[in-house]
């Protein structure tokens, strides 16, 4: 991290340079000094720095400057650095100035020229200052930065995306006092939002996804256009085969759409996979998998979605939405499962406003205090629930069948249970959502009556069962009625191997009706949906994997 700044500011060169020495003396190794010759240099300073991410913490202006005085001075970079403790320097003719300038600026300190020896006149006041600004907020670690608004669905995306993605980020209304500031020192106004600050000071207004993760350090490009094995999908399965391949020495490349983690990244605690008896929360399981499958040397390309698969003689073409494409002697489809829609008038258009699909973890604060309700009866909508608990005054499930029995663990039933302010509403659906700027209301219907009732609430997260996206893969590979990828010995018929099928082997297991393309996790047909058996699909995967190569 980038030490804070100490900005000092005098039209007299001497000076200056006097001040900015006697400061480093003492503090140069915690503090950087920034030294400028004129309040507009100061102040451009002061504008880079806030990009940046970076702190002040004092800023020393001298009180006779050309143009801009040094009292103007600090009362425009109390706009930026409203923490930053200001001293003023003046001579003894000006000290009249400098009281009037204790209630203008709100002065901290006024600093008689010369001021020799510092040891006496000059350290033992920026000591105190320096001691009171590191008790302010502004002593935090630098981050990204994203300036929305409460509710907009174009800056919950973006929230999201940083957050699945597990990069850090500050949130911060356009319309706080140090959300206008950032947006004024980066030229923009509310109605750009959402903008993002990145840590090295570049602002991005309504960025798309692919541009915000090349400037938070995520990578999009491929280094290669030929691999052993192309991975598709960052789920626990992706990631699994990636960690495998990688340390078995197979040249891999890790293509995902949208965040790694798949869906267990959007589970709040995930209390049954191996390992982990206290359970772990998906972003946890992500970035050691993620770190993992870096350390053994394979390539993560972030917001790629792969829109087409073709075989071109032994080598399997894998076409990104933008046209480009990328080669391999095998494929490794990973591409999990995405919530249903839930269709009732009036949640499209409040999707991201109030209406989420999964558990939206960044949302989970912003419930304090209010009324939140779940649709859905499985695992992920109980884990959801047991969340937004420990944030919402009361959290209510909405389930159409009679209890959760038949589709939520016992053990995660029992916390639902125990948990005084979370209520389930059996045979009940949800019917309608309205709202003028967000979700504010939802219409709920009782399916044994079919009466209906309104209730009030700004928060819907709807957890209601997954399907594979794979029409991309229509006529490519064998799929079954659902559009899950069939796979090995269920491909046979009749003994019979599966149109199209060029070599003298049947398929192995987990190999797709085109040879060298194998499926794992949630996507392929007849899996089981968890993680621990997704990450084994995976490690598998690339066992057949290395046979396939073999027999090339
Ligand atoms: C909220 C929640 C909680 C859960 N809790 C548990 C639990 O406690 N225990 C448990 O065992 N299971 C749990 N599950 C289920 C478990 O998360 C899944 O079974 C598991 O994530 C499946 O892994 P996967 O890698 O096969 O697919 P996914 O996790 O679905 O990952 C697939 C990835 O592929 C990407 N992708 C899709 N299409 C493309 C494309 N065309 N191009 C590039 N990338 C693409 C997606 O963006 C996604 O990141 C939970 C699920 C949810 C949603």
Redesign the pocket.
């Known amino acids: 991290m980038v030490n804070p700044a100490i900005l000092t500011v005098d039209d007299d060169p001497a000076v200056s340079r006097a001040v900015a020495r006697d400061i480093r003396r003492r503090y140069g190794d915690r503090y950087r000094v920034v030294r400028a010759d004129s309040g507009d240099a100061a102040l451009a300073a002061l504008r880079e720095l806030k990009l940046r991410g970076e702190q002040v913490a004092v800023l020393l202006a001298d009180y006779r400057m050309p143009q801009m005085n040094g009292i103007q001075f600090l009362e425009a970079a109390m706009d930026l650095f409203p923490q930053a403790r200001r001293v003023l320097l003046t001579a003894y003719a000006d000290t009249d100035a400098a009281i009037d300038a204790i209630n203008v600026v709100d002065l901290d300190h006024y600093l008689l020229k010369p001021w020799d020896p510092p040891e006496e006149k000059l350290y033992p006041v920026l000591d105190n200052l320096i001691e009171a600004w590191l008790a302010t907020p502004d002593a935090t670690a630098t981050e990204t930065r994203v300036i929305g608004h409460r509710w907009s669905a174009p800056s919950f995306a973006m929230r999201d995306f940083l957050a699945r993605n597990l990069v850090p980020f500050r949130w911060l209304l356009a319309d706080e006092p140090e959300g206008e500031r950032l947006l004024t020192a980066a030229n923009f106004t509310a109605a750009d939002v959402p903008v993002v600050i990145t840590p090295d000071g570049k602002a991005l207004a309504t960025p798309t996804e692919a541009d915000l993760a090349a400037h938070v350090g995520l990578s999009t490009t491929p280094a290669s256009d030929f691999y052993d094995v192309i991975v ?9 085969a990636a960690v495998y391949a990688a340390s078995e020495g197979l040249r891999t490349v890790l ?19 191996l390992g982990f008896p206290e ?1 772990v929360s ?1 972003a946890q399981l992500t970035d050691r998998a993620r770190r993992q499958a870096l350390k053994f040397g394979a390539e993560i390309l972030s917001t ?4 087409g698969l073709e075989a071109a003689g032994t080598a399997r073409l894998l076409r ?1 939405g933008d046209g480009t494409s990328l080669a391999a002697h095998s494929a490794v489809l ?6 249903r829609m839930l269709d009732a008038p009036g949640l499209a258009e409040l999707t991201g406003r109030g209406v989420f699909y ?2 939206a973890a960044t949302e989970a604060p912003s419930c304090s205090g209010e009324d939140v309700y779940i649709v859905g009866g ?4 109980g ?2 629930a047991l969340h937004f608990a420990r944030y919402a005054h009361r959290v209510n499930i909405v389930i159409r069948g009679d209890s959760l029995a038949s589709s939520m ?1 016992r053990y ?1 039933i029992e916390q639902v249970e125990r948990t005084p302010n979370i209520t389930v509403h059996p045979n009940t659906e949800v019917v309608g959502g309205s709202g003028e700027e967000h979700l504010e209301r939802l219409t709920l219907c009782q399916r044994r009556t079919g009466s209906t009732r309104t209730v009030d609430t700004s928060w819907l997260f709807i ?1 209601i069962g ?1 399907e594979p ?2 029409n ?1 893969l229509d006529g490519v590979v064998s799929r079954d009625e659902r559009g899950f990828i069939v796979t090995g010995p269920a491909l046979l018929r009749d003994g019979q191997r599966p149109a199209g099928w060029s070599l003298p082997r049947d398929p192995y297991h987990l190999e797709s009706s085109l040879p060298g393309v194998f499926a ?5 047909a007849d ?9 084994g ?2 490690a598998m995967a690339v066992t057949v994997v290395h046979r396939y190569l073999e027999a090339q």
């Open positions: 598709v999908g960052a789920g626990p399965a992706g990631l699994g293509v995902e759409q949208r965040a790694t983690g798949g869906q267990a990244g959007q589970s709040s605690r995930i209390e049954n996979y359970g998906g790629r979605e792969v829109v990104f990973a591409t999990g499962v995405s919530y999964g558990s499985a695992n992920s909508a884990q959801a663990s995660l957890f997954a996206r794979t991309w794992a996790g949630d996507v392929r899996s089981v949906k968890r993680v621990a058996s997704a990450v699909e995976g």
